[in-house]
């Protein structure tokens, strides 16, 4: 389940607002005006996406608005309840076997989890399940970096647009030494060039590259637990045993938050009683 990610338009807002209040401050609304050049904007923006035409497939071009998308959402994964799950259906899978699992897919969505059970379901041998697993997480690893080396070159060949158009703004600012009148506009294509293509990687293509990365670890993370947990099912540890074993993935801050919720759990169950 994926939820709305409010960091990535706030953190590009936040970068663009500073930049301009940092340029108003010190030259007002008129000087803010000659930050904004239409010819450097071109040679930024249509250089980038003429060297992503050459470096990608149409195809992998296509999936440019996928893939930003995807820095706008976060998976809502909670680890402690990823636990509880495998502890419900080992307890399941000792009192009515192996074969009851089948009857848990309806209430699973995510499609790993119920690729591992009706693995475990149709018998396979644990190590057989491993392998077809952790070839599934290199799989999606591979995918994700398809979709992140967009952004990744996006952010390459910005800063180095920025530069081109530098060295075509001092071209007409050298052609311009005879016309003083002349030399802001070519000076303002020179410099500003050179600003956008870096704000734009070190603002946008890079930091949302940077969170896909992070993405996709948090996803392998994940994955590795739903393995460890699916084969400890499989094998027929005792529910408890395998508890144990996956609680060590969490960080000292989930397991507070689990033992809180167990106490607030028992105490509503105390007060229910009684």
């Known amino acids: 389940m994926k939820k709305r ?8 807002t936040l970068g ?4 301009i209040l940092a340029i108003m401050s010190n030259s007002g609304t008129d000087g803010f005006l000659s ?8 040679i930024v923006i249509g250089g980038v ?3 992503m035409f050459i470096t990608f497939k149409l195809e992998q071009i296509k ?16 680890l402690s309840e990823l636990i509880r799950l495998f502890v419900r259906l080992a307890e399941r899978a000792r009192r009515e076997g192996i074969l009851a699992l089948e009857n848990e897919l309806d209430d699973i969505d995510d499609p790993f989890i119920r690729k591992g059970i009706l693995l475990v379901v149709d018998g396979i041998e644990p190590e057989v399940i491993k392998d077809i697993m952790e070839a599934e997480i290199t799989a999606m690893e591979e995918r994700h970096y398809k979709g992140r080396v967009i952004l990744e070159k996006a952010g390459d060949y910005a800063p180095a647009w ?3 158009g530098t060295l075509i703004g001092l071209v007409l600012m050298l052609n311009q030494l005879s016309n003083p009148e002349n030399l802001g506009p070519a000076m303002a294509v020179a410099l500003l060039t050179t600003l956008y293509g870096t704000v734009l990687a070190n603002l946008v293509f890079h930091p949302m590259a940077s ?13 590795q637990i739903i393995i460890e947990g699916i084969i400890g099912v499989q094998s027929g540890q005792n529910p408890r045993i395998l508890e144990e074993k996956l609680s060590a993935f969490l960080s000292e801050e989930d397991m507070a938050k689990e033992k809180e919720n167990e106490v ?3 105490s509503g169950e105390t007060f229910n009683e009684a």
């Open 5 to 12: 990610d409010i960091l990535t338009p706030i953190g590009i």
């Open 16 to 19: 663009f607002v500073m930049i």
């Open 35 to 42: 930050f904004i050049d239409f010819a450097g904007i071109l």
């Open 49 to 51: 996406t003429g060297s």
């Open 63 to 78: 999936l440019t608005g996928k893939i930003i998308n995807e820095t706008l959402y976060k998976n809502d994964i909670r």
């Open 162 to 164: 920025g530069m081109i």
């Open 211 to 223: 969170k896909l990365e992070a993405k996709t670890e948090e996803e392998v993370f994940t994955r």
């Open 264 to 266: 607030e759990e028992f």
